[in-house]
């Protein structure tokens, strides 16, 4: 069902003067009204939806505040018309916003609105918005259509009656966060489009780039998840392969944004260009979506190294961030030069439940769980609610095994109160004892093409992975808690003899905070000189 609200403006070719006169402010004044009463509706319409539908669709609509930040990041082509897609429009605010922001900054005669919402109960106040919003606009003399589509914005993209040749000048997206399982129809559907999309909103930003004409723009608000890590590969280089960044907001809160509808997730938001330049990129940085931001402009190439084949983004926010980066590009050494590998630990619990002993026997290995990190060693066994021991019955056991030797291993989840987002600790056969190790998959483990490490270098790793300097340049494209072993492998580290020489000027359990940085600075100054 297609849902047509339109006007025609009475006013003709009547423009907006750049002076307020009193029949302009009459019609801002307006523009308060009418986002206020759009915002009304959003209300409203949180308050209808059934959880279950709302966890099925991953509804979070946009709050008023979030969509004027939104609707102000892209870049406005001046043009006679213009085509504006709103996939996912929910109750109409995004919409209603970048309607707000096109109008006033006579960015178009005619404006044209394709509206998408797959939500029956939500129609009735999407069909209020757009009347609304048109009523709006015919007292700025705009000609202004919204074209509500009662339909499945994946399936209208990627079905056998899709509409392919549908292209337009601006896409805005609030997109559903929902993941897609392996056997999903919609993540099927995508795959045509040479992308994997795990996630409701990576399938909706697909779609929506690849609506957009050539020079046109997309800007959405979207979970930072995809920034980085191997998940979301395929889509990140499509996205960025097909767009170019032009902006980037980033929020320093993770609950504020959505904090009405009880979302707690990292967002960002991004405007782009298809087809665009690479050059520069403006950064910004705000607590919440209602508060101050502080922005600088970067060159493309700090944001998306050209030859990082993972085409992570980097949000340096600061000078901080820009000294981190810089800091880590001039380490010499990649975990390859080292000749070094990191992996995920190969014990999965819950498939290996028969072969685990809280008190472990002469015939376990010790079994380590992120638990057991504490202050930069491994504390085994320790009683921390895990299994400590891991059974050794057959031959095939030994194969989750790592041989004898010391290792650095590395939460994949940090927790909430820790200060850092890597945390890594030795294992020391010196002092947990010489025998085989279990290690569990929430940890990554350091290692030398499977055994271990010199203690020296092991020690060394991890008072480098320690540092506050690792741990501000891993923020920089990690919008998360995890860390993945993917993620790892793209540090640069010190050389050998800088590892050695950080090992040897500290002891046994890793220092306070302040001690590591010293140290690690000092190398730093060393590296620098040679």
Partial sequence: MTIRAACRSSVGNARVASVIRPEVATAVHAEVDLLDRI????????????????????????????????????????????????????????????????VTDRAAQSIHV??????????????DAAQECVQWAERFGCDLTVD??????????????????????????NPPYAKLPANSA???????YGVDCPNLYAAFLTLGADALNEGGELVTITPRSFANGPYFEQFRKFLLRTIALNRVHTFESRSTVFSDTGVLQENI???????????KVRISVSNGHTDDAIEHVVPYEALINRDDRHQFLRLALGAEDILAADTMAS??????????????????????????????????????????????????????????????????????????????????????????????????????GDSPVAVENH????????????????RGLSI???????????????????????????????????????????????????????LVESMIRLEMAQ
Avoid at 47 to 66: K, W
């Fill in 39 to 102: 915002e009304a509706l959003r209300v409203r319409a949180i308050a209808s939806l059934n959880t279950s539908t709302q966890a099925r669709f991953g509804q979070y609509f946009t709050p008023r505040r979030a969509a004027e930040l939104i609707a102000a990041m892209p870049r406005l082509p001046k043009s006679r018309s213009l085509r504006v897609l709103d996939p996912g429009a929910g109750s109409g605010m995004l919409m209603a916003a970048m309607i707000y922001r096109l």
């Fill in 114 to 127: 394709t509206a998408v919402e797959l939500d029956e109960s939500i129609l009735p106040m999407l069909h």
């Fill in 148 to 173: 509500i589509k009662a339909e499945d914005f994946i399936d209208s993209r990627t079905g056998w009656d899709a509409l392919s040749e549908d292209f337009y000048d601006l896409v805005v997206i």
């Fill in 186 to 192: 919609y993540r099927h559907a995508l795959i045509s």
């Fill in 269 to 279: 938001v991004l405007s782009g260009t298809k087809g665009g330049e690479r050059s």
């Fill in 331 to 432: 380490m010499p050494a990649t975990l390859d030069d080292l000749n070094l590998k990191v992996s995920t630990g190969r014990v999965v619990d819950f498939r290996a439940h028969e072969k685990l002993r809280d008190e472990p026997d002469d015939e376990c290995a010790p079994l380590i769980y992120p638990g057991n990190l504490q202050q930069g060693v491994v504390d085994w066994p320790r009683a921390i609610g895990k299994a400590q021991g891991f059974a050794i019955r057959e031959e095939s056991d030994h194969k989750a095994l790592v041989p004898p030797g010391c290792y650095v291993l590395v939460k994949r989840f940090s927790a909430k109160e820790e200060t850092r987002r890597i945390v890594a600790a030795v294992w020391d056969p010196e002092v947990n």
């Fill in 443 to 458: 940890l990554n483990v350091f290692h030398d093409h499977g055994n271990g490490l010199s203690r020296e270098i092991a």
């Fill in 464 to 518: 480098w992975l320690n540092s506050t300097i690792v741990d501000r340049f891993f923020r920089t494209f990690s919008g998360h808690t995890q860390v993945n072993a993917t993620d790892l492998r793209t540090l640069r580290f010190p050389s050998f003899d800088s590892l050695s020489r950080m090992s040897g000027s500290a002891p046994r359990m890793l220092p306070d905070q302040a001690r590591v940085d010293r």
